[in-house]
């Protein structure tokens, strides 16, 4: 999911359900998130009209929640419906232009973006003037879609107009600005450091500015966004030392991006960096999942060994901490580890374990991902009825979107028709489950049939209907599939 910075803050509007659509929206429950802010959108125009001020507001809130949700183009409809209202109130007007300059480019029509960011900026600069705070808002999204458009001598000076904006009005956002600036020093090939005047600043910028780069990832490019990490990695250790939290999380995400770019002697020695600060500061569980993390990388760096001998040593972690869905968990990635080892006699006994203690817990996702592993397995051995068991309790587990819910329907799916494997009937598990997700939440005396295909790796929809919808029955309809097809890929690329 994209990590554009959006207001969530409801204007004139009860807080109550955008807090509610926010929550659920970090939950994964996108369908669920969007239908809160769709009934209070209706709320709004029964009390107040439709093109009301309330409802511009009440727009520019469902559309926050789309765009979150991976729908830059509904919630662009979103934006532009807000701003097509009279503005009663500038300042409310004004970000629901950044909102909509925001969505564009996350859909890369990044010359539409800078057109409405510009428009924005001067609106800004009107309204608040120029040595404002709120005016410096407006530049700093503006110079980030310049760098994306690779006008890096405007997107400096912009950057740096910023910059100095919130640094003399001592405002927080300044850290921010900073973090893009990093990036866009960097994209100018200058040499000059990223993080200069790095201990001028007082700890709390450096920590939200470290936290901002962070958040940069998705929007930079990912091999700019990694050197600036790096440089980002050794700049807070020496400021803020090897155990700060935020030290930490920059190590991670530099374990993360050596993942994505192929850097694996980058990842193991970030990894291996947080494991240690873990382990010194007496953190067991997070050490537990830095070593999980570390036996994987090991794994995809070919090292076959090290990971072995690494879930090994995070087995006896795991029981020294004592709880029963962590060990499961290991013994889950250590079973599956000693399956592609090809020691079957051991992978199995780790995966029955794996199941064994996961029903001591309470997390039912860690029952479903034992189970279904357990299940795969043992169709694989070609021991069907043993495996359609363990598939049927551990799909009980897991929602319908879950990645290894989708692997697990495929296989039973197989099972049930006596293969012994349904590796390559992952397609039609997700069409599957894709249609199921979308039929219960539809009126059922409305639709015939509905048909969900994968076609050149995407869905094709197809929806029959008993009798014609009504203009809400019909936006419903198109939102919940939208909606759908947002949740599926978001959980599948989170949990994957």
Not at 55 to 73: F, K, V
Not at 241 to 246: E, N, Q
Not at 333 to 345: H, K, S, Y
């Given at each position: 999911?994209?990590?554009?910075?959006i207001?969530?803050?409801?204007?004139n509007v009860?807080?109550?359900?955008?807090?509610?659509?926010?929550?659920?929206?970090?939950?994964?429950?996108?369908?669920?998130?969007?239908?809160?802010?769709?009934?209070?959108?209706?709320?709004?125009?029964?009390?107040?009209?439709?093109g009301?001020?309330?409802w511009?507001?009440?727009?520019?809130?469902?559309?926050?929640?789309?765009l979150n949700?991976?729908?830059?183009?509904?919630?662009?409809?979103?934006?532009?419906?807000?701003?097509?209202?009279?503005a009663?109130?500038?300042?409310?007007?004004?970000?629901?232009?950044?909102?909509l300059?925001?969505?564009?480019?996350?859909?890369?029509?990044?010359?539409?973006?800078?057109?409405?960011?510009?428009?924005?900026?001067?609106?800004?600069?009107?309204?608040?003037?120029?040595?404002?705070a709120?005016?410096?808002?407006?530049?700093?999204?503006?110079?980030?879609?310049?760098?994306?458009?690779?006008?890096?001598?405007?997107?400096?000076?912009?950057?740096?107009?910023?910059?100095?904006?919130?640094?003399?009005n001592?405002?927080?956002?300044?850290?921010?600005?900073?973090?893009?600036?990093?990036?866009?020093?960097?994209?100018?090939?200058?040499?000059?450091?990223?993080?200069?005047?790095?201990?001028?600043?007082?700890?709390?910028?450096v920590?939200?500015?470290?936290?901002?780069?962070?958040?940069?990832?998705?929007?930079?490019?990912?091999?700019?966004?990694?050197?600036v990490?790096?440089v980002?990695?050794?700049?807070?250790?020496?400021?803020?030392?090897?155990?700060?939290?935020?030290?930490?999380?920059?190590l991670?995400?530099?374990?993360?991006?050596?993942?994505?770019?192929?850097?694996?002697?980058?990842?193991?020695?970030?990894?291996?960096?947080?494991?240690?600060?873990?382990?010194r500061?007496?953190?067991?569980?997070?050490?537990?999942?830095?070593e999980?993390?570390?036996?994987?990388?090991?794994?995809?760096?070919?090292?076959?060994?090290?990971?072995?001998?690494?879930?090994?040593?995070?087995?006896?972690?795991?029981l020294?901490?004592?709880?029963?869905?962590?060990?499961?968990?290991?013994?889950r990635?250590?079973?599956?580890a000693?399956?592609?080892?090809?020691q079957?006699?051991?992978?199995?006994r780790?995966?029955t374990?794996?199941?064994?203690?996961?029903q001591?817990?309470?997390?039912?996702e860690?029952?479903?991902?034992?189970g279904?592993?357990?299940?795969?397995?043992l169709?694989?051995?070609?021991?069907?009825?043993?495996?359609?068991?363990?598939?049927?309790q551990?799909?009980?587990?897991?929602?319908?979107?879950?990645?290894?819910?989708?692997?697990?329907?495929?296989?039973?799916?197989?099972?049930?028709?006596?293969?012994?494997?349904?590796?390559g009937?992952?397609?039609?598990?997700?069409?599957?489950a894709?249609?199921?997700?979308?039929?219960?939440?539809?009126?059922?005396?409305?639709?015939?049939?509905?048909?969900?295909?994968?076609?050149?790796?995407?869905?094709?929809?197809?929806?029959?209907?008993?009798?014609?919808?009504?203009?809400?029955?019909?936006?419903?309809?198109?939102?919940?599939?939208?909606s759908a097809?947002?949740e599926?890929?978001?959980?599948?690329?989170?949990q994957?």
């Amino acid at each position: 999911m994209s990590r554009e910075r959006i207001d969530f803050r409801a204007v004139n509007v009860s807080a109550a359900p955008i807090d509610v659509a926010v929550s659920l929206m970090h939950e994964g429950r996108f369908v669920e998130a969007e239908e809160v802010m769709v009934r209070e959108l209706r709320a709004v125009t029964v009390r107040h009209g439709h093109g009301s001020a309330a409802w511009a507001s009440a727009q520019c809130d469902l559309g926050n929640i789309l765009l979150n949700c991976d729908q830059p183009d509904r919630a662009i409809a979103c934006y532009r419906a807000a701003i097509a209202v009279p503005a009663v109130d500038r300042k409310e007007h004004l970000t629901y232009r950044l909102n909509l300059g925001l969505a564009l480019r996350m859909t890369g029509r990044l010359e539409d973006a800078e057109a409405e960011l510009r428009r924005g900026a001067e609106g800004r600069q009107a309204f608040y003037g120029r040595d404002h705070a709120g005016y410096a808002f407006g530049l700093e999204p503006l110079a980030d879609v310049l760098l994306q458009r690779g006008n890096v001598g405007q997107a400096r000076d912009v950057i740096e107009e910023a910059v100095r904006n919130l640094w003399s009005n001592g405002h927080d956002q300044v850290a921010s600005a900073l973090a893009l600036r990093a990036e866009v020093v960097h994209a100018g090939g200058t040499g000059e450091p990223l993080f200069a005047g790095l201990d001028q600043l007082p700890d709390g910028v450096v920590e939200a500015m470290a936290s901002a780069v962070l958040l940069r990832q998705g929007l930079a490019e990912p091999a700019a966004h990694r050197a600036v990490i790096a440089v980002l990695a050794t700049a807070v250790e020496v400021r803020l030392g090897p155990d700060h939290p935020v030290t930490l999380n920059v190590l991670t995400a530099l374990a993360n991006t050596g993942r994505d770019l192929g850097d694996p002697a980058g990842r193991v020695d970030a990894i291996r960096r947080v494991l240690a600060s873990h382990d010194r500061q007496g953190r067991a569980e997070d050490a537990l999942t830095a070593e999980l993390g570390l036996a994987l990388a090991y794994g995809d760096a070919g090292d076959r060994d090290g990971a072995l001998r690494t879930y090994e040593a995070a087995h006896r972690r795991a029981l020294r901490i004592d709880r029963p869905e962590l060990t499961s968990l290991v013994l889950r990635n250590w079973g599956l580890a000693l399956r592609d080892a090809g020691q079957t006699a051991e992978a199995e006994r780790c995966l029955t374990d794996a199941v064994t203690h996961a029903q001591r817990g309470a997390d039912f996702e860690i029952l479903g991902r034992a189970g279904v592993a357990l299940g795969i397995f043992l169709q694989h051995q070609e021991r069907l009825a043993q495996a359609r068991t363990a598939l049927e309790q551990g799909l009980a587990a897991l929602p319908d979107a879950h990645p290894d819910a989708i692997a697990g329907r495929s296989h039973l799916g197989a099972v049930l028709r006596g293969r012994t494997c349904g590796c390559g009937d992952v397609a039609g598990a997700v069409e599957e489950a894709f249609r199921e997700f979308v039929v219960r939440r539809l009126p059922q005396d409305l639709l015939e049939r509905f048909e969900a295909r994968i076609v050149d790796g995407d869905f094709k929809i197809e929806v029959h209907l008993r009798r014609e919808p009504t203009e809400e029955e019909l936006q419903r309809l198109n939102g919940v599939v939208q909606s759908a097809l947002a949740e599926f890929r978001h959980r599948v690329q989170d949990q994957g």
